[in-house]
Every structure is written in C-alpha cells, then in structure tokens.
C-alpha cells in the first residue's frame, strides 16, 4: 500500500454488522484513504465531484451509488462541484459479513461474485441507484434484524442488478483473478511476470498449447477482452502504480512497462484513464490532496 495512503481506522466495531453515516455538506474534505471494510457510498447532488477508487479517477454525475471493497484506496474531490448541499449515505460492513463457506453456497453466487468485483470497485448503474435510493435513505430508520435483513436484501438487489461497471485495473490492486482455466490463468501468470517485454500472440498460444485462432478465442471467451486489450490493461495498471509510487519520468515508466512509443503510450493511457500520465501523477501526488 502506498505509504501516502492514510490508513482509516473505522467506528465499526467487531459486534457490529455494520454502521451507517448520513450527512450533508458543501465539499469533500477526508483525504485519500483505505479500510478493511466494506463501503457502499451513495453520493446526491455532487455533479463534477471526482471520484478516485484504485487507479480510477472520474467526474461523477448529479448521483451515484459506489462499492467499495476491503483496502481498495478510494476518495472523492470537491473538484468542479458546484453544489452547497451534497448529500451523502456511508454505510460500512465487515468483509467477513458472509463467511467464505456461506458464501459458497449456490444461492449467493450473485453476492460472493459481486464481492469480488468490489475489490476493484464498482458503480452501479444510473436505474439501479434510482431504484434502491429510497430503501438506502431509509435504512437507518430500520433496527436490530430488520436492519440487518434489509441490508442484506439491498445487497443481494445489487449483485443482480444490471450494467454495473468494475472501476479499478486488477493489476494496481495485485489481484489475482479466477478465470476457472488452468490454461488462461498461466497465460496471465506469463503476462504479469514479462509485460515490459515484447509478448506476441504466438508466445501465448505456445503456453496454451492452442492454435493463435483457438488461442484467440479461447482467451475471449473466459476473460472478456483480446489477448491484445488484456496485455495493454496489464502494462497500464503496473504504469498507474509507479506514477503513483515512484518519480520515475513518464518517458521511463512507459518503457519499463512494455511501452517503445511515448506518443504512443500517452494516447493509450489518456484513452483509458481520461486523463494524460502526468495529469494522472499529479491528481494523486500534489499537496493538494484527493478529497473525500
């Protein structure tokens, strides 16, 4: 973890299922940060804050509803926000909610999927935030089990709901992710151990022990990307990571991640992160801090 993280030490309490906080504001104004719990943030009339969560970084529209999973850095910043009355709902639960054997049984798939997704952070969609908005602002009207039923029920209503959008790159968290392929899960092993170098599709085919066609497919249909499009994922988290850590130029960073192109590397990086390196580096370094 970056050591200008600031580590928050939560009032969740080891007897608690979880806490809530409600409150309005005129700015964000808590520092970059990270905990061991889970944070589902609902976030109203904050149109042109930006929100940071691992090595994302956007301006948010007028509402949004964001989960956040166990030491994943996250913050929001005041940035182009113009409102007086930002209203905010935090709710924070124990990573252990579920337990791992629980969390295996077939009736949870959603959740425990939807858990593991948080790790890099989601934004759940504009429909799905209008819909539960009411129950979330109501939530702390509720006591004892109902409390605990109605966040569950929540949770459960956003595992499955629709267009969610995972925020972070899993290389920046160093997550090691399931893709239920012996084969893939090599490749990737192959990948994150030689992304500065020069990788070809052949090269990977070769550890598959596939074709390039079968190879290409095979390697779509069990991550979701090109083999190409998943390389380049891979070199930009490693490149988010020492923007962040390291005051390596931006010319250097590129290199060492597997970028020959500077030109080539800002347009790639500014494509995917909306934002150019060194834009990117400064958002998360200057005394100005990121803001929540």
């Known amino acids: 973890m970056n050591r200008n993280l600031l580590k928050e030490i939560t009032p969740l309490t080891a007897s608690d299922c979880f806490t809530i906080f409600e409150r309005t504001k005129k700015e964000f104004d808590f520092p970059l940060h990270y905990h061991e719990e889970m944070e589902l943030n609902f976030i109203i009339n904050a149109k042109g804050a930006k929100r940071f969560v691992g ?8 509402t949004e509803l964001v989960l956040v999973g166990s030491n994943l850095p996250h913050a929001w910043k ?16 124990h990573k252990e909610l579920f337990d791992e054997k629980m969390l295996g049984r077939n009736q949870l798939r959603f959740i425990r999927e939807m858990f593991e997704n948080s790790k890099r952070g989601i934004l759940f969609s504009k429909a799905t935030t209008q819909q539960l908005g009411q129950r979330l602002k109501q939530l ?17 209503d956003l595992s499955i709901s629709r267009n969610m959008r995972i925020l972070s790159d899993a290389t920046f968290s160093n997550l090691q992710l399931n893709y239920n392929s012996r084969r893939i899960e090599k490749v990737m092993e192959y990948m994150n151990k030689n992304f500065d170098k020069a990788i070809r599709l052949s090269d990977a085919a070769k550890i598959a022990n596939m074709t390039e066609v079968s190879f290409s497919r095979f390697f779509k249909f069990h991550t979701g990307l090109s083999f190409m499009d998943s390389l380049l994922d891979i070199r930009l988290g490693h490149a988010s990571r020492l923007l962040i850590d390291t005051n390596q130029p931006v010319s250097e960073v590129a290199y060492n991640c597997g970028f020959n192109n500077i030109s080539n590397f800002n347009r790639i990086f500014k494509k995917k992160k909306e934002c150019t390196p060194k834009k ?7 005394e100005n801090r990121v803001f929540i």
Do not use: N, P
Request: with cysteine; glycine share 2%; proline share 0%.
């Open 55 to 62: 090595d994302h970084m956007a301006e948010i529209e007028e």
């Open 78 to 93: 005041t940035h182009h926000c113009k409102s007086k009355e930002i209203h905010e709902i935090t709710i924070q639960f």
């Open 140 to 156: 702390r009207s509720k006591q004892g089990f109902d409390s605990v039923l109605e966040l569950l029920s929540i949770l459960h």
């Open 280 to 286: 990117f580096r400064e958002d998360y370094t200057s």
